[in-house]
């Protein structure tokens, strides 16, 4: 069974620019979570969708946006990107479970380098 | 009061020998306790994870250990190999449907062969 996929490797933009994260959920998966794991400062939770709508989202200004497509993949959205927004970015995910936490699963993650 | 304290930072252990992991939290609504094992260049893969309704709970030579009145959890790795050698992490998530899960900082284990 194929894990959760996430492109691209790395990514390195300019200040001010804009970047485009993707992530493909676990077969049978239709939540996606999405964390910064930058230097010094663990891994954040940044947004969660579930069935083609945010859910829960991270104390992250509103410059980091996404969105869920109908067959459960994911993209995040980084616009103005500032120099702290260099990152490992991680998406995770996991089957809807309602109320009751599900396990989730990571991706390796994409490493956005800001310059 | 959402945070999840774990200690030690740094963990060096012997080939064979125990290796524990420490996690405290404050929030009382945590209702759901995973450990993460983080290789370099890899995201984190979900080891094991308990509930609040028991107080350990076993897969192969990783125990988490759970006491609720004192708010920690840990992670007992027993004969520790050099393949163990990675970041681990604790988290914790509360019972309101949200789903975030709030990371410890991560513990850097070493075994040494």
């Known amino acids: 069974e194929a894990g959760v996929t996430q492109s691209p490797t790395h990514l390195i933009k300019t200040r001010g620019q804009q970047a485009t994260l993707r992530c493909s959920p676990i077969s049978g998966h239709t939540s996606v979570y999405w964390y910064q794991q930058a230097l010094g400062l663990g891994l954040q939770f940044l947004l969660w969708?579930?069935?083609?709508?945010?859910?829960n989202r991270g104390n992250f200004p509103p410059r980091f946006s996404g969105r869920q497509f109908p067959n459960y993949s994911s993209e995040l959205n980084v616009n103005a990107l500032e120099l702290e927004d260099s990152a490992l970015y991680l998406c995770?995910?996991?089957?809807?479970?309602?109320?009751?936490?599900?396990?989730?699963?990571f991706g390796d993650g994409t490493r956005l380098s800001i310059l | 009061q959402q945070q999840v304290k774990q200690s030690p930072q740094s963990l060096i252990v012997q080939k064979g020998g125990i290796s524990i992991i420490n996690c405290a939290y404050e929030n009382t609504a945590f209702d759901y306790f995973p450990w993460y094992q983080q290789f370099p260049g890899k995201g984190p893969a979900l080891l094991i994870a308990i509930r609040p309704d028991v107080s350990e709970k076993k897969e192969g030579r990783f125990t988490i250990s759970f006491n609720k009145s004192a708010k920690q959890f840990s992670l007992h790795i027993m004969d520790s190999q050099p393949g163990d050698s990675a970041t681990y992490f604790c988290?914790?998530?509360?019972?309101?449907?949200?789903?975030?899960?709030?990371f410890g900082t991560g513990t850097r284990l070493l075994v040494s062969p």
């Open positions: 988290a914790a998530s509360d019972g309101t449907g949200f789903q975030k899960l709030v």
């Open positions: 969708y579930d069935e083609g709508e945010e859910r």
């Open positions: 995770a995910s996991s089957v809807s479970g309602g109320f009751r936490n599900q396990p989730q699963h």
